[in-house]
């Protein structure tokens, strides 16, 4: 009986020995203690816009709005480039490149088509787990890109601006310039007692040489990523409307260079570029 007493007590001991071990266990660590690890506490990528420097820590990155691209057989998860730009003030429209540079001093510069044309991401997981070392803690992912071009260890972005544009994703890409938009034929829409001036988006599209026939969605995208998609029907309406003056002058900065209205109702604010998808043959 002592013998049996002795066995059960050392078995409980062992239990909560056990249980203890779990608890007091380190858990995987975070990409943002990861990176706190191997660069120090206070490391921060640094947005460089027009000499004005913005900086952000890796915890403020991995709180914004994040996506996942695929890129050769792995699940890279990270927040949109355009966001972040975003968040930092810049009108993409405005946007002339995107100079990147690495920890190791390495750097790429990725012209305004690309960075328009593909979903970049800055991406700090890969496969739901943090990027290893030599790798993070960001990198440029995007999808249609070489190897060459996913730059590792991003530690600095410096953006150059320019003249504003929109840009039209068709058959083929073309960009208008704001004074191009307001040689085009314009109409005027009355929402909340005010009064929009814009293009209509169905004469944007014939003045590309777009075969209205052929469209089946014309997507309206903003510098955030936010779009809506718009059918032939509403397009025949002559709405919705590229709007690029209120009740006169320029549109109030929150509406951005272009807003895009559709019956009497802002939809999209900051519009940057339009994605038209055809039907098919």
């Known amino acids: 009986m002592e013998m049996k007493g002795w066995t059960h007590r050392a078995g409980l001991g062992l239990v909560l020995a056990l249980a203890l071990l779990v608890a007091l266990w380190p858990s995987a ?27 952000f820590t890796l915890e403020e990155i991995e709180a914004l709005p ?18 972040l730009l975003t968040q930092a003030g810049v009108d993409i429209g405005r946007l002339e490149a995107v100079k990147a540079i690495a920890a190791d001093g390495y750097r790429l510069e990725y012209e305004r088509r690309l960075v328009k044309r593909f979903d970049f991401i800055l991406a700090y997981e890969a496969d739901g787990k943090p990027l290893p070392q030599g790798e993070g803690p960001l990198r440029i992912v995007f999808p249609g890109g070489r190897s060459a071009q996913m730059m590792k260890m ?11 544009r929109l840009t039209l994703v068709a058959k083929e890409e073309r960009e208008f310039t ?93 519009v940057e570029r339009v994605i038209v998808a055809f039907k098919a043959e």
Do not use: N
């Open 29 to 55: 660590p975070s990409q943002s203690e990861l990176a706190a690890s191997e660069t120090g506490a206070e490391w921060a990528l640094t947005l460089t816009i027009d000499g004005a420097e913005a900086k």
């Open 154 to 164: 991003v530690e600095r972005l410096i953006v150059k601006l320019g003249e504003w």
């Open 178 to 270: 704001l004074p191009e938009l307001e040689r085009l034929p314009a109409r005027e829409v009355q929402a909340d007692s005010k009064i929009y001036k814009g293009i209509p988006l169905e004469a944007l599209l014939l003045a590309a040489g777009v075969d209205l026939g052929a469209v089946q969605t014309a997507s309206v995208m903003a510098s955030s990523g936010y779009f809506v998609d718009y059918g032939r029907e509403a397009l025949s309406e002559s709405e919705p409307l590229l709007a690029y003056e209120l009740d006169g002058g320029p549109l109030p900065a929150e509406l951005g260079a272009l807003a895009c209205l559709f019956r009497g109702e802002v939809q999209v604010k900051a």
């Open 66 to 83: 994040s996506r996942e691209v695929e890129f050769h057989e792995h699940i890279y998860r990270g927040t949109p480039l355009r966001t």
